[in-house]
């Protein structure tokens, strides 16, 4: 018998892991401790060699549902007796290296739970177990422990002490356990102040009421406040939209269940699974023709042929939207252009305006997030349009350190880059890899020395992102992290929103930033910061070309970035700054062992007004009507007297500032279309155009061509076809599905004349699941696909980007990156 430490990493804590091998130990007879610490998860225990090897293939091999092993090491250590097998108190005596939990919908057990009425948390909304609830919105510090959490502040009763000590338990230390007898208090505030001190059950029927009436009600969820409507009454959404001076960005809906969901939207295999997954995100589905359920989607998605779609991820929002029995609208509580509220006073304070009921309870958030949103392609492609909430801000495994030992990985079968898993359910208890003795006795393995050398080369860096769906990317030791989506950083509220999280993950990691990355656009909020940051701490900053941050971001997620495979990069979106100054948008870069090159772009043609063009489509189908004056009458009714002439004369003094821009092209042809002149939103006329092709049956036989000749996509023999159709009175859905078919052929078209089949897509304009689909459909068999994985294709992805893109041009044998790279 002799004494045995196991140290596994990765995202151990917050999933139940501490119980489980508890449990594990127990009916294995085996004496010692399990603990958490800010490396990850230890144990050290009493055993013969056998034993102890079984025990660690045990522990790994049925890892609770929601962890991921990064590693796992077992050594023999000083022999010392033990007498029982428990849980140990946790220590916190370094830099933490552990993956934070995200936080988690409510689980069918919990379910369960609030629909028995012989439970004692029978409709308690706020059951949690060792499998759900809140992990990252409520976490203050680490090693993860209940101390370390919000909950620390809220008491806890005998019954809930007993559950937490007992072995084999659900709720076996659980965090975040409570019950009736020490419930998480609910408060209600209307518009002239707190209500009277009511019980839980009095305000879930003072909410339910309210919303039956037509009110708008604020709800506090995980990550921050949620504003609620009745999804079928029409006089409600109009004031929701009225409030909150959104007249056409789409709503959320949330259901009681996916039955009842289908009533109003196709949802197939894929949107379903991800309805029903831990991290619970808003999917969009088409919308029924017939919605069975009385919704009103035009009120709700003007002028989209989707729905966005949620179940109901917390206790709370379960219990009211089953006790309402229909479709909720359910959106971000926060005054325009600001970020989610999440703060109990700010609620208070600032919702009353938009809120006829306010309802708070007691449990702070620490990380403010919005719901994530993701969609499918016609192919089944996962497409994330926002990633936050159960998905952020971990990101795994760690391309960075992967690729520098991902040869020898593949040879040990455990990491294939090009699938990006990482394989911790193998045969054995060998997860890093082939093991080999080390000093002291201790087992490592030869991936892990290779990791090392890797964290030194990567720690340390701090990426910003960009301003527009910003997401800043960190490093800290082995360990990647990318923050949840931040929004458009013009506003004051979402700059200290930014600050904020910064800070937290910053505090959380002990983190020191050595170099600071961020996008070359001077007039970027991130960039200030960056240099603010840099300034301060007297260390070094980097800014990298929009357009290669995203290239490299997609390579990082495919295994691609450090590889001598040579990739087209189509990098499509609506704004970067270029580096010949002008506004980029639709480029075509090239990945070589030479580093990144810019083979090709869109045409240019001129901005007007500023970042005034991407808000106004109309202003996009004047410049690229400048050479078809025969069309501009076509305009003439979307401008005054005053606007034409100015913009006339802009045009006449020639060329400023160019754009190769597709999402400004997007904006154009729909202003042409007479389908959207002026965007309440980021993105809408794209979205009116994008729902206005799905309407066509294209079998792949209509398509407009765009000639690619000397490294120039030229988009005027589009416009002149598309003009030809107009004119012709051909139906504009036929008309916008011909836009998009030829971008998919265009893309092969590049692909043939540069003999590259290797094909990596990035930008914005991939959040577009119709072309992403056109692409997938028509790719030829000789041809390799490359897409995000864990990221958006929109800017979200910059900052990890920029740290790919460092990486790459620091590594020990630097790559060049940029100029020119045309072809015949």
């Given at each position: 018998?002799?004494t045995?430490?196991?140290?596994?990493?990765?995202?151990?804590?917050?999933?139940?892991?501490?119980p489980?091998?508890?449990?594990v130990a127990?009916r294995?007879?085996?004496?010692?401790?399990?603990?958490?610490?800010?490396a990850?998860?230890?144990?050290?225990?009493?055993?013969?060699e056998?034993?102890?090897?079984?025990?660690?293939?045990?522990?790994?091999?049925?890892a609770p549902?929601?962890?991921?092993?990064?590693?796992?090491?077992?050594?023999r250590v000083?022999d010392e007796?033990?007498?029982?097998?428990?849980i140990?108190t946790?220590t916190?005596?370094r830099?933490?290296?552990v993956?934070?939990?995200?936080?988690?919908?409510?689980?069918?057990?919990?379910?369960?739970?609030?629909?028995?009425?012989g439970n004692?948390?029978?409709?308690y909304?706020?059951?949690?177990?060792?499998?759900?609830?809140p992990r990252?919105?409520?976490?203050r510090?680490?090693?993860?422990?209940?101390?370390?959490?919000?909950?620390?502040?809220?008491p806890?009763c005998?019954?809930?002490a007993d559950e937490?000590?007992?072995?084999g338990?659900?709720?076996q230390?659980?965090?975040?356990?409570?019950?009736?007898?020490?419930a998480?208090?609910?408060?209600?505030?209307?518009?002239?102040?707190l209500?009277s001190t009511?019980g839980?059950?009095e305000?879930?029927?003072l909410?339910?009421?309210s919303?039956?009436?037509?009110e708008i009600?604020?709800?506090?969820?995980?990550?921050g406040?949620?504003l609620?409507?009745?999804?079928?009454?029409?006089?409600?959404?109009?004031?929701?939209?009225?409030?909150?001076?959104?007249?056409?960005?789409?709503?959320?809906?949330?259901?009681?269940?996916?039955?009842?969901?289908?009533?109003?939207?196709r949802?197939?295999p894929?949107e379903?699974q991800?309805?029903?997954?831990?991290?619970a995100?808003?999917?969009?589905c088409?919308a029924?023709d017939?919605?069975?359920?009385?919704i009103h989607?035009?009120l709700i998605a003007?002028?989209?042929?989707?729905l966005?779609?949620?179940m109901?991820?917390s206790?709370?929002?379960?219990l009211?939207?089953?006790?309402?029995?229909?479709p909720l609208?359910?959106?971000?509580?926060?005054?325009?252009?600001?970020?989610?509220i999440y703060?109990?006073?700010?609620?208070?304070?600032?919702l009353?305006?938009?809120a006829?009921?306010?309802?708070t309870?007691d449990?702070?958030?620490?990380?403010?997030?919005d719901?994530?949103?993701l969609?499918?392609?016609?192919?089944g492609?996962r497409?994330?349009?926002?990633?936050?909430?159960?998905?952020?801000?971990?990101?795994y495994?760690?391309?960075?350190?992967?690729?520098a030992?991902?040869d020898?990985?593949?040879?040990?079968?455990?990491?294939?880059?090009?699938?990006?898993i990482?394989?911790?359910?193998?045969?054995?208890?060998n997860v890093?890899?082939?093991?080999v003795?080390?000093?002291?006795?201790?087992?490592t393995?030869t991936?892990?020395?290779?990791?090392?050398?890797?964290a030194?080369?990567?720690s340390g860096l701090?990426?910003m992102?960009a301003?527009?769906?910003?997401?800043?990317?960190?490093?800290?030791?082995?360990n990647?992290?990318?923050s949840?989506y931040?929004?458009n950083?013009?506003?004051?509220d979402?700059?200290?929103?930014?600050?904020h999280?910064?800070?937290?993950?910053?505090?959380l990691y002990?983190?020191?930033?050595?170099?600071?990355?961020t996008?070359?656009?001077?007039?970027y909020?991130v960039?200030?910061l960056?240099e603010?940051?840099a300034?301060e701490?007297?260390?070094?900053?980097?800014?990298?070309?929009?357009?290669?941050?995203?290239?490299?971001a997609?390579?990082?997620?495919?295994?691609?970035?450090?590889?001598?495979?040579?990739?087209?990069?189509?990098?499509?979106?609506g704004t970067?700054?270029?580096?010949?100054?002008?506004?980029?948008?639709?480029?075509i870069?090239?990945?070589?062992?030479?580093?990144?090159?810019?083979?090709g772009?869109?045409?240019?043609?001129?901005?007007?007004?500023?970042?005034?063009?991407?808000?106004?489509?109309?202003?996009s189908a004047?410049?690229?009507?400048?050479?078809?004056p025969?069309?501009?009458s076509?305009?003439?009714?979307?401008?005054?007297?005053?606007?034409?002439?100015?913009?006339?004369?802009?045009?006449?003094?020639?060329?400023?500032?160019?754009?190769?821009?597709?999402?400004?092209?997007?904006?154009g042809?729909?202003?042409?279309?007479?389908i959207?002149h002026?965007?309440?939103?980021?993105?809408e006329?794209a979205?009116r155009?994008?729902?206005?092709a799905?309407g066509?049956?294209?079998?792949?036989?209509?398509?407009?061509?765009?000639?690619?000749?000397?490294?120039?996509?030229?988009?005027k023999?589009?416009?002149?076809?598309?003009l030809?159709d107009?004119?012709?009175?051909?139906?504009?859905?036929r008309?916008?599905?011909?836009?998009?078919r030829?971008?998919?052929?265009?893309?092969?078209?590049?692909?043939?004349?540069?003999?590259?089949?290797?094909i990596?897509f990035?930008?914005?304009?991939?959040?577009?699941?119709?072309?992403?689909g056109?692409?997938?459909?028509?790719k030829p068999?000789d041809i390799?696909?490359?897409?995000?994985r864990?990221?958006?294709?929109?800017?979200?992805?910059i900052?990890?980007?920029?740290?790919?893109?460092?990486?790459?041009?620091?590594?020990?044998?630097?790559?060049?990156v940029g100029g020119?790279?045309?072809?015949?």
């Amino acid at each position: 018998m002799h004494t045995y430490h196991i140290h596994t990493t990765g995202m151990v804590q917050g999933v139940g892991f501490r119980p489980m091998v508890c449990d594990v130990a127990l009916r294995r007879g085996l004496r010692g401790w399990v603990r958490n610490s800010m490396a990850g998860l230890e144990i050290r225990f009493n055993a013969t060699e056998q034993e102890a090897g079984a025990f660690h293939d045990e522990i790994v091999r049925n890892a609770p549902m929601h962890a991921i092993i990064s590693g796992s090491t077992i050594v023999r250590v000083d022999d010392e007796a033990f007498h029982s097998f428990g849980i140990s108190t946790s220590t916190g005596d370094r830099n933490p290296e552990v993956l934070m939990p995200p936080d988690v919908a409510l689980c069918e057990a919990c379910r369960a739970d609030l629909n028995n009425p012989g439970n004692r948390r029978y409709r308690y909304p706020f059951t949690t177990c060792l499998h759900c609830g809140p992990r990252y919105s409520i976490i203050r510090s680490l090693p993860y422990d209940r101390a370390g959490t919000t909950m620390d502040e809220l008491p806890v009763c005998g019954a809930c002490a007993d559950e937490y000590a007992r072995p084999g338990d659900r709720r076996q230390h659980s965090q975040t356990n409570s019950c009736p007898s020490c419930a998480i208090t609910m408060h209600a505030y209307g518009r002239d102040g707190l209500l009277s001190t009511i019980g839980q059950d009095e305000i879930m029927a003072l909410i339910t009421g309210s919303l039956f009436r037509g009110e708008i009600v604020a709800v506090k969820g995980v990550g921050g406040y949620l504003l609620l409507a009745d999804a079928t009454n029409a006089s409600s959404i109009k004031t929701l939209r009225d409030r909150k001076n959104r007249p056409n960005k789409p709503f959320a809906l949330m259901y009681p269940d996916v039955a009842m969901a289908r009533n109003d939207a196709r949802i197939g295999p894929h949107e379903e699974q991800a309805l029903l997954s831990a991290e619970a995100p808003v999917v969009l589905c088409i919308a029924n023709d017939v919605r069975a359920t009385g919704i009103h989607p035009g009120l709700i998605a003007p002028g989209l042929d989707t729905l966005g779609i949620m179940m109901p991820y917390s206790p709370l929002f379960y219990l009211l939207v089953q006790g309402i029995g229909k479709p909720l609208i359910a959106t971000s509580a926060n005054l325009s252009g600001s970020p989610i509220i999440y703060r109990d006073d700010d609620a208070i304070l600032n919702l009353k305006e938009l809120a006829d009921l306010i309802i708070t309870f007691d449990r702070e958030i620490t990380a403010p997030q919005d719901d994530s949103v993701l969609r499918f392609s016609p192919a089944g492609q996962r497409i994330i349009l926002r990633r936050s909430r159960g998905m952020a801000p971990c990101y795994y495994p760690n391309p960075f350190l992967q690729e520098a030992y991902s040869d020898e990985l593949n040879a040990s079968g455990m990491f294939d880059t090009r699938s990006g898993i990482f394989n911790t359910r193998q045969s054995g208890s060998n997860v890093d890899g082939p093991f080999v003795e080390g000093k002291s006795g201790r087992v490592t393995s030869t991936s892990e020395v290779a990791m090392e050398t890797a964290a030194e080369l990567a720690s340390g860096l701090l990426a910003m992102g960009a301003d527009l769906k910003s997401a800043f990317a960190v490093i800290a030791g082995k360990n990647l992290f990318v923050s949840q989506y931040l929004g458009n950083q013009d506003s004051y509220d979402s700059r200290c929103a930014f600050r904020h999280t910064l800070g937290h993950i910053k505090q959380l990691y002990r983190f020191r930033p050595q170099t600071i990355l961020t996008d070359v656009h001077p007039g970027y909020f991130v960039t200030e910061l960056a240099e603010e940051l840099a300034a301060e701490s007297n260390i070094s900053l980097e800014k990298i070309q929009h357009h290669e941050a995203h290239f490299a971001a997609v390579l990082a997620e495919n295994g691609l970035l450090m590889g001598r495979e040579t990739v087209l990069g189509i990098i499509w979106d609506g704004t970067g700054y270029g580096s010949d100054g002008q506004v980029w948008g639709g480029e075509i870069l090239l990945k070589t062992a030479g580093g990144f090159s810019r083979t090709g772009h869109l045409d240019y043609f001129p901005v007007l007004a500023g970042d005034k063009m991407s808000r106004e489509p109309r202003l996009s189908a004047f410049s690229l009507l400048r050479d078809f004056p025969e069309a501009l009458s076509l305009l003439r009714p979307r401008f005054n007297n005053r606007e034409w002439d100015y913009y006339n004369k802009v045009l006449e003094y020639g060329p400023g500032l160019m754009t190769s821009s597709m999402g400004r092209l997007f904006d154009g042809i729909a202003s042409i279309l007479d389908i959207c002149h002026l965007n309440t939103y980021e993105g809408e006329a794209a979205g009116r155009l994008e729902a206005l092709a799905r309407g066509h049956k294209n079998t792949g036989n209509e398509y407009y061509t765009y000639p690619f000749r000397d490294g120039i996509i030229h988009w005027k023999p589009v416009i002149e076809a598309l003009l030809k159709d107009v004119q012709n009175g051909v139906d504009k859905a036929r008309i916008a599905s011909k836009v998009f078919r030829g971008l998919s052929r265009l893309v092969f078209d590049i692909s043939r004349q540069t003999g590259i089949r290797n094909i990596a897509f990035s930008g914005g304009v991939f959040q577009n699941a119709l072309l992403t689909g056109f692409i997938v459909e028509e790719k030829p068999d000789d041809i390799e696909l490359f897409f995000h994985r864990q990221l958006s294709p929109n800017d979200e992805n910059i900052g990890f980007g920029q740290l790919a893109h460092h990486i790459l041009t620091h590594s020990p044998e630097p790559v060049a990156v940029g100029g020119n790279h045309f072809h015949e």
